[in-house]
């Protein structure tokens, strides 16, 4: 059998992999913040795991990843000017991206050179801001989800190595850096031109730097967003066709000013987080009082909360995934303020039942998914070391 199809035998795979990163994160959490993390065990063997199945996985039509055959297409031609259909996709734009491509084609045609990279950049960068934003009394159940993230890398490769880059510029926001941040913003948006919307969280969070954004100001920028990309959207048709946006992006929000939203369930998790964040908001900012690191946090994922209406109308149908880590982190932070206070048979209780809520969300949130990003069967390319 070949193509799409459901595997039970790739789900136990995936939540296997989930696991191995869920139980790293529980020892990285407790590693120094001060430390490198090169000499931290655990993070590099979850880096090494997750890398490798990455790399080696079979890619080809209706497996592994909808959108990583043309990736793959683009890296083996880039530097082939005749093929104007696929060369011309990033060179007036997505520039950075370009460069790494023809660094890296320059050196060998083989794509799994430029996939370690990639993956490799990915998962270090995802293990760098967990570490950052975490803490050791925090709960690690939310962390089974950084594979969820990290899978849907294997179709979406651009749009998540943009994301990244915007989270290394908030990890140098936490070091002091004043214009570093902005290094990786400008990065960002050269690998994926829509990066830009969401790397103005860099300069949102440098100004609201060692203070906490008020709710009632995320509900003013929650409304905020969503008029003015019901406003502007008409208009951000007609950009996207000038700017070589085009085809994608301005199908995305052609669909979502016919159907009035699009797609929902993406931005479920942002709205429950919205909720959770409200009702126990006087909990958490005791608890981050003298924290500037996770003041910090609470500010990404007010500025993430306001997004909603912007994904929603623009159909910007990859915008929650930008700070799907940072929301993570705020759940961990959540568990643990709502249970703290608990009988230790009741914080085992409520850990289980988390536990079995983020296991069950990334279970649906696959079954949702794999048909349109061919994320099912994963196959090992045992070809390649024949």
């Not at 590693?31 to 490798?52: D, G, M, R, T």
């Not at 570093?180 to 790397?199: G, R, W």
């Not at 003015?228 to 951000?236: D, E, K, S, W």
């Not at 983020?358 to 070809?383: C, G, K, V």
Request: glycine fraction near 4%.
């Amino acid at each position: 059998m070949s193509g799409t199809y459901w595997s039970t035998k790739t789900l136990l795979f995936y939540i296997l992999l989930a696991l191995i990163g869920m139980v790293c994160m529980s020892q990285i959490k407790s590693y120094p913040k001060n430390k490198s993390l090169l000499y931290c065990p655990q993070a590099i063997i979850w880096w090494v795991i997750w890398v490798f199945f990455a790399v080696f996985r079979v890619v080809k039509p209706g497996i592994g990843g909808a959108d990583a055959i043309d990736y793959i297409d683009y890296y083996v031609h880039c530097n082939d000017s005749s093929l104007v259909d696929i060369v011309q996709i990033h060179n007036d734009s997505d520039l950075l991206f370009k460069w790494i491509n023809k660094f890296f084609r320059f050196i060998t045609p083989d794509y799994h050179l430029f996939f370690f990279f990639v993956y490799g950049l990915m998962i270090a960068v995802y293990i760098a801001f967990l570490h950052k934003f975490s803490s050791k009394k925090y709960s690690v159940v939310p962390y089974i989800l950084v594979f969820y993230l990290y899978l849907r890398s294997y179709s979406s490769i651009r749009s998540n190595l943009a994301a990244s880059l915007i989270l290394i510029g908030l990890i140098s926001l936490i070091r002091e850096k004043k214009f570093t941040p902005y290094f990786y913003f400008v990065c960002s948006v050269l690998i994926h031109k829509m990066a830009f919307v969401y790397a103005l969280v860099i300069p949102f969070c440098q100004f609201y730097k060692g203070r906490t954004i008020k709710f009632k100001y995320i509900l003013v920028f929650l409304a905020l967003g969503g008029a003015v990309a019901f406003v502007l959207r008409p208009y951000f048709v007609a950009f996207a066709q000038i700017v070589d946006l085009g085809g994608a992006y301005k199908s995305y929000v052609e669909g979502a000013m016919d159907n009035g939203s699009f797609a929902f369930i993406n931005d479920l998790g942002q709205m429950a987080l919205a909720i959770f964040m409200w009702l126990n908001q006087n909990r958490i900012l005791r608890e981050i009082a003298e924290d500037n690191t996770n003041k910090l946090l609470w500010n990404i994922c007010a500025l993430d909360i306001a997004f909603v209406p912007v994904n929603q109308l623009l159909g910007i149908y990859r915008g929650y995934e930008f700070f799907y880590l940072a929301r993570l982190c705020m759940w961990s932070l959540l568990i643990y303020v709502i249970l703290r206070k608990q009988h230790k048979s009741i914080r085992v209780i409520g850990s289980l039942l988390a536990f079995t809520v983020f296991l069950a969300w990334m279970i649906f949130r696959i079954s949702r998914t794999y048909e349109d990003t061919s994320l099912m069967p994963y196959l090992f390319d045992f070809d390649f070391f024949v």
